[in-house]
């Protein structure tokens, strides 16, 4: 059984000693064996014994030309029990990595101390994911309305700096990405070591996030952004300026520079991992662009230009501004239709796992995006395609009225906020384990079917719903000791009988000292139970997270806790 990560691009494979392994004598070293290419130098390998307190080891090192390797060697001999391996590393596409895996040396171990000798806490982990989701989020967002809005305004309505609106997009977008990077940064300092949100502000730790991919992206992305301060004061001082070179001088720069932004997601996330790693970034960020382009533009449209009624400007901006949606909704289609193959690769994998989960609901608000924007080229069509006409010959339309453009402006309104959410859940993406990697981890694991020792039963029960499906799983741990034990878990429908389902995956956390999560293979079930072998390293009280999946898109995840005791004698 081989422990998943808990959330990112890499998985470990294999390790040494394997998980639940028992020793005759103590090992020479700890061996981790990863999915693809890993750094351990912001991370940590922690071995902890049977009562939670670290036990002194090497340093974390990785074999000359394997970088998917890990290696931590013991210095002494390690006494008899059950001793956990917690370990932290960064993935190839950047995002921090974290397991356990659990051996035991000799037949059994001493009775557990109390499990508080063990390392601290992550204190504040909770709040860090949170506001890191929030900063990924918001940083998208600004993308969009900097780049999108400074673009609209180059190009199709120059003097529409003279108004405070777009002004206040302009800079108040420049400085909210600018913000967003800044606790970004922070952020993934804290997940990459792990600690608060305080503890990353250490200038020590902070230099070594930027030696990363990550950080240094971070850091490229500022400095565009400090370099794009002329561009938007140059573009308020020559807002009457209507010389078509210096136009599209403005308009080329704004491009090169919202290219360059794009750039600094694309290389530190899924896309830069793979065979065909230059083409995915590539496409990657020709989507950002596109995205950046036509939801900017929509904000500008919407909160700016339709509340102006310059209508001069709405009779030139607008028809343009349509074509140009257009096109970039075809550029984020076919980038979108290639990054989603690219990491889901099979329909199981859709179904299956939480990236795919993410990209369905994605592509439903995408979908809705495209019927709405088809229905504002509509709008722009019967009350503009007739502008051409020489206005003083009879019959000229001049176009549409005040409740008409209240309208347009209405439908763009709700365009410009699903948009916003397709930007929340794509930065949720970005820091999802993509669904073929998550559904090779899963596979990865293999587990014999034990036999279950004597020893009184500890049953707890959970419901759960998955689409149309409910009922509930009920969880026995023999012994619920430090050691090895049996895992039984069934799966009842609402009147309590067995149930067969697809899928079952099970992982065992603790909070204090942090270890986890811990895989448990439940192999293919018969009549809707499940047994495996654990082994419950420490005391304490466990969080058993159950993953029932009733088909290919439903499922769901409940959490029973679990008191493991002291082994005895």
């Not at 899963?442 to 009922?471: I, K, L, N, Y």
Request: charged content about 15%.
């Amino acid at each position: 059984m081989w422990p998943a990560p808990a959330w990112a691009h890499a998985y470990l494979v294999a390790t040494v000693p394997a998980n639940g392994a028992v020793l005759a004598t103590s090992p020479e070293q700890v061996v981790l064996q990863f999915s693809e290419q890993v750094s351990v130098g912001l991370g940590e390998v922690r071995l902890l014994d049977a009562s939670g307190a670290v036990i002194a080891t090497q340093a974390p090192v990785q074999p000359p030309g394997d970088p998917t390797t890990i290696v931590v060697g013991i210095p002494g001999r390690l006494a008899s029990g059950v001793h956990t391996v917690a370990w932290r590393a960064l993935s190839a596409d950047t995002h921090p990595v974290e397991g356990a895996f659990a051996f035991t040396v000799g037949a059994g171990g001493p009775a557990a101390a109390s499990p508080a000798k063990g390392a601290a806490p992550q204190a504040g982990r909770g709040v860090t994911d949170l506001v890191y989701t929030l900063a990924r989020w918001s940083a998208f967002a600004m993308l969009a309305l900097v780049g999108g809005a400074t673009l609209f305004t180059a190009w199709l309505w120059p003097a529409g700096v003279r108004y405070r609106r777009v002004r206040r997009m302009l800079w108040g977008g420049w400085a909210a990405l600018a913000g967003s990077t800044l606790l970004c940064l922070l952020c993934y300092a804290a997940s990459a070591r792990g600690v608060g949100l305080d503890a990353a502000l250490d200038a020590g730790l902070l230099w070594q996030i930027l030696q990363t991919r990550a950080g240094t992206a971070l850091a490229v992305r500022l400095i565009l952004l400090v370099l794009l301060i002329p561009v938007l004061v140059a573009l308020v001082r020559h807002a009457r300026e209507r010389k078509p070179r210096v136009r599209r001088l403005a308009v080329a720069g704004v491009l090169a520079v919202d290219t360059a932004l794009a750039a600094t997601w694309s290389i530190a996330t899924h896309s830069s991992v793979g065979t065909d790693a230059s083409l995915a970034v590539s496409m990657d960020v020709v989507h950002l662009v596109a995205m950046s382009v036509w939801i900017g533009g929509l904000a500008v449209l919407a909160g700016a230009l339709l509340p102006a009624r310059d209508v001069a400007a709405l009779r030139t901006a607008v028809p343009v501004f349509s074509r140009v949606a257009v096109a970039c909704v075809g550029l984020l289609v076919l980038t979108g239709v290639y990054a989603g193959w690219r990491q889901v690769r099979s329909v199981p994998a859709l179904g299956g796992t939480t990236y795919g989960h993410l990209l369905l609901a994605k592509l439903g608000l995408v979908v809705l995006l495209v019927a709405l924007g088809a229905a504002a080229r509509s709008w722009v069509r019967r009350n503009y395609a007739a502008d051409r006409a020489d206005p003083g010959t009879h019959g000229a339309r001049k176009g549409p009225d005040a409740e008409q453009v209240f309208r347009l402006r209405r439908q763009t309104v709700v365009e410009t906020v699903v948009a916003i959410a397709v930007l929340g859940l794509s930065s949720m993406l970005v820091t999802t384990q993509p669904a073929a990697v998550a559904l090779a981890a899963a596979r990865t694991a293999t587990a014999g079917r034990p036999s279950a020792p004597g020893a009184a039963p500890t049953p707890a029960s959970a419901p759960f719903r998955a689409g149309s499906v409910s009922g509930s799983v009920v969880l026995e741990l023999q012994p619920a000791q430090v050691g090895r034990a049996v895992l039984h878990l069934s799966v009842l429908d609402d009147a309590g009988d067995p149930r067969d389902v697809p899928q079952v995956r099970v992982t065992l956390s603790l909070a204090e000292p942090t270890v986890g999560p811990m895989p448990v293979d439940m192999g293919a079930g018969q009549l809707g139970h499940y047994a495996a072998l654990a082994t419950l390293p420490l005391p304490g009280r466990w969080d058993v997270a159950v993953t029932v999946r009733t088909s290919e898109v439903d499922q769901t995840t409940v959490h029973i806790p679990v008191e493991v005791q002291a082994a005895s004698g």
